[in-house]
Every structure is written in structure tokens, then in C-alpha cells.
């Protein structure tokens, strides 16, 4: 049971270039969530997939894009790079099923440089 | 909207000393309330949660009562080790999209 992976762990990129950061879970979560982190700024939303087929936007989501690929996989796309975005992104998810206390399970995460 | 206010850090201890951070909370409806904890390099992992009013939740000699009064949910440890240095962070789900405070730092000196 690894839970939540994501990849790659590290990067750097150019100013304009694109890629695309994965993550997949293995606890048959419904809710996957995509979060950055920055010094003093704490965690926040980039975007969020409640359910399979659906996505919808957070606290920060211009300058990127999301794709629920199915239940397991939710991948998040930098479409042309900038500095700004240099940041640690979290992939996380968590259960809806009845009963549940909505706890988060993140990932080891991802540390993104643009340059 | 829902918030969640945490104290700012970074909190310096000696070994054995007494913790508390304190976490305030606005939302509506009845929320489940959780602290994580971040180690250098690593994700967030959950600390401990409380799903309703009184309930205390508690691991690893850390604890927390949820305070509907107050809306609060401070975090308490009785004897902190060198171990326990982290990031903590409390947190709120009451909608769909969960809210996170910005952090306290802990640093525990020998």
C-alpha cells in the first residue's frame, strides 16, 4: 500500500517551458487535491477533483491546468513556466464515504524550480 | 468563508518542556477539525483529528480538544522531544475543500 505518489520528485525548468506533474493513490479515494507550499504562505489550493470527471479551481489556479485520468490519477500541467511558480507541490486525496472525518493523505511531494 | 488562524512561530523549546499551539477556527455547520505535521523534506502527515464538539483527539503524546465554545483546538504536548522539531499545521473540513492555517515551527533544543 504505497498511498499517494507523485512524480518526479525534483525539477527544473526554463521560463516558457511545460510539464506536467503525477500523482496517483491506491486507497480508493474519491477527492484529489493539488496544493503548493511557500515559505510563510502555508498550503494553498491549486485545484481539487471531488470525484472522478470533475475538476474545479482553487485559491491559485491561473497559470495552470488538471486532468482526473480516472480514480487513482490526478495529473496537474504547468502549460508555459514562470519564476512564480517556482514552489513544493503536494498532491493529496482523501475518502468521502460516509463516516469518514475527510482526512488528507499527501504526497512526498514535488520541489519545482524555474529558472 | 472558513479560516483557520494559528499562532506564528517559530516556537523554540528545551527537551521535556511543555507545548502548546494554539489554532482558531471560523466556519460554518459543524466541522471535523485535524492537526498535521510536516517534517523537513516530507509531506504532511496527519497528527491527530476530532470530528465533533468535546471530542479529544490524541497521538503520539500530542493532544487536542475541540472547542465549539471557543473555537478552538489547540494543540498540547506534556514533554516535548528533539524528535517532535516540525512544521504543524491545523486544519478545518466542514465543505468540500479543506482550509489549513499557515504553520507554527517547532524547534526542540537538547
Known amino acids: 500500500n504505497a498511498g499517494v505518489t507523485q512524480t518526479p520528485k525534483f525539477q527544473v525548468l526554463k521560463t516558457g517551458q511545460s510539464m506536467t506533474l503525477q500523482c496517483a493513490q491506491d486507497m480508493n479515494h474519491n477527492s484529489m487535491y493539488w496544493y503548493r507550499q511557500d515559505p510563510g504562505m502555508g498550503l494553498r489550493l491549486i485545484y481539487y477533483?471531488?470525484?472522478?470527471?470533475?475538476?474545479d479551481k482553487g485559491e491559485v489556479p491561473n497559470g495552470y491546468n488538471v486532468s482526473r485520468l480516472n480514480k487513482r490519477e490526478f495529473s496537474l500541467r504547468l502549460e508555459s513556466a514562470a519564476p512564480s511558480q517556482t514552489s513544493v507541490y503536494f498532491c493529496?486525496?482523501?475518502?468521502?464515504?460516509?463516516?469518514?472525518?475527510?482526512?488528507?493523505?499527501f504526497g512526498p511531494g514535488t520541489r519545482l524550480t524555474v529558472t | 468563508g472558513d479560516s483557520v488562524t494559528q499562532m506564528e512561530g517559530p516556537v523554540t523549546l528545551s527537551e521535556e518542556a511543555f507545548l502548546t499551539i494554539n489554532c482558531t477556527y471560523t466556519?460554518?455547520?459543524?466541522?471535523?477539525l485535524f492537526w498535521y505535521v510536516q517534517y523537513p523534506g516530507e509531506g504532511l502527515q496527519l497528527l491527530l483529528k476530532?470530528?465533533?464538539?468535546?471530542d479529544k483527539g490524541s497521538n503520539k503524546g500530542f493532544e487536542a480538544t475541540y472547542r465549539k465554545e471557543t473555537t478552538s483546538f489547540h494543540l498540547e504536548k506534556g514533554s516535548v522531544q528533539v524528535s517532535d522539531s516540525a512544521v504543524y499545521f491545523c486544519?478545518?473540513?466542514?465543505?468540500?475543500?479543506?482550509?489549513f492555517g499557515r504553520g507554527t515551527s517547532l524547534i526542540v533544543h537538547p
Open positions: 486544519a478545518l473540513r466542514g465543505s468540500y475543500i479543506p482550509t
Open positions: 493529496a486525496s482523501s475518502g468521502t464515504s460516509g463516516g469518514s472525518s475527510y482526512e488528507q493523505y
Open positions: 477533483s471531488a470525484s472522478e470527471g470533475t475538476t
Open positions: 466556519a460554518t455547520g459543524y466541522p471535523s
Open positions: 476530532a470530528t465533533k464538539a468535546d
